[in-house]
């Protein structure tokens, strides 16, 4: 029979959104490293891999922060940032708004930090977004006010700040980006008061952003990488979670969850729902076979999707790459058995695949960014003929 269940208040695994509170395991290491980046103004990038825990472990490090007086975290999202103007009103938008504790001071900061702009407040129907701000420029380019904007209302009140950017690598998107990037760290790098905290889900582009010399943002901060979760954290953490709520786990079905998904944070909790949902008392491997079988249902609309959007070539690499032939792609035994083309057209798939966030490349490896596109394609060999 299984444990008596505790109460609780939510659901015993979350995925498809940030993870907090009891649901945050590990990153102990991280997380004491990126609150003392915060506490002594070190700008930070944090990159992974998609899906390993970026914007829950800065939510987690912003949270405990919240008591500190001396010192305010910003967050935002650029997610929608198409252009530079998207940008400059969502990141006055959100300093404003997060370090203002009531509506009219709002209107009360925007007039006085932002003179040589017209500042609009309103209404929004969107409930994430409640209240906008729009900048009507007396001037053509009021981009440098709008960057040091975080600075002089730090000094202003005595305070310092952290401004977290998700999905930061969008700029790199930008038409002329890299003189939009040299803008911004002309601005940032200056100030006293403020740090940033850079981050986003394209691996690739924020490697390139951060990690070469001739990006604007080279050698901006401590670049924190995010390594997998160990196995035995997440052991710990699912049989707690199942033993919580009645029922129970064992060792060996939470390494074949690990394994299978590659120690993916949000499959792992993904998966871990689905088992749950279908054990009464105590998880069996038969459960577990239908748990991942209903994941790969999930995701078989998005995967078709991805894979008809693929050349013939990308096709063909994709195949090889599953097949297990990653190191050896550039051979002439695998270019011939796959009929890759040439060694130039293998460069130029590897870059689009990349870009289409379909593989990631780490020297001579090479692996699907989404480990459970591996078993997808494995089911679905229809598609590579």
């Keep these: 029979m299984g444990n008596k269940r505790e109460n609780l208040d939510e659901a015993p695994f979350v995925y498809g959104v940030a993870a907090d509170l009891d649901h945050f395991t590990d990153r102990e290491k991280e997380t004491a490293r990126l609150q003392l980046n915060f506490e002594n103004g070190i700008n930070t990038i944090v990159i992974s891999p998609r899906r390993w825990g970026k914007t829950s472990l800065v939510n987690k490090v912003a949270a405990q922060m919240a008591d500190n007086r001396q010192l305010r975290v910003v967050r935002m999202d650029a997610f929608s940032v198409r252009t530079a103007e998207d940008f400059y009103r969502m990141f006055a938008t959100e300093i404003i708004r997060q370090t203002s504790s009531r509506m009219e001071e709002w209107m009360e900061n925007a007039k006085r930090f932002l003179t040589s702009l017209v500042p609009v407040v309103s209404m929004s129907a969107d409930p994430m977004n409640p209240v906008s701000l729009s900048l009507k420029g007396v001037g053509a380019d009021y981009g440098e006010e709008v960057l040091d904007l975080p600075e002089r209302i730090a000094q202003a009140k005595g305070i310092r700040l952290v401004i977290c950017i998700d999905e930061f690598q969008q700029i790199g998107e930008l038409g002329d980006s890299v003189t939009f990037q040299k803008k911004l760290r002309t601005v940032w790098q200056h100030q006293h008061s403020v740090s940033y ?29 995010l390594e997998r979760i160990p196995l035995e954290c997440w052991r710990d953490y699912i049989q707690k979670r199942f033993v919580q709520t009645g029922r129970q786990i064992g060792e060996n079905l939470v390494g074949e ?33 239908d748990a991942k079988e209903d994941l790969l249902r999930q995701n078989h609309a998005l995967f078709v999707e991805q894979t008809n959007s693929l050349t013939s070539y990308q096709l063909r690499f994709i195949r090889a790459v599953k097949d297990g032939k990653a190191r050896e792609v550039g051979h002439k035994s695998v270019i011939g058995e796959y009929g890759l083309g040439s060694s130039a057209n293998i460069s130029t798939v590897k870059k689009a695949l990349q870009k289409k966030e379909l593989i990631e490349i780490e ?20 598609f590579f003929i």
């Design 257 to 289: 969850i690990y394994s299978y998904v590659d120690g993916n944070s949000s499959y792992i909790q993904q998966l871990c729902w689905l088992l749950w949902t279908r054990t009464t008392d105590t998880a069996d491997i038969g459960m577990l076979e």
């Design 363 to 382: 020297g001579k490896e090479i692996r699907f960014s989404d480990p459970l596109f591996a078993h997808w394609l494995r089911r679905n060999e229809n």
């Design 197 to 225: 905290c850079l981050y986003g889900s394209k691996r690739h582009l924020l490697m390139n952003m951060f990690g070469k010399r001739s990006y604007p943002f080279y050698k901006f901060g401590d670049v924190l990488f």
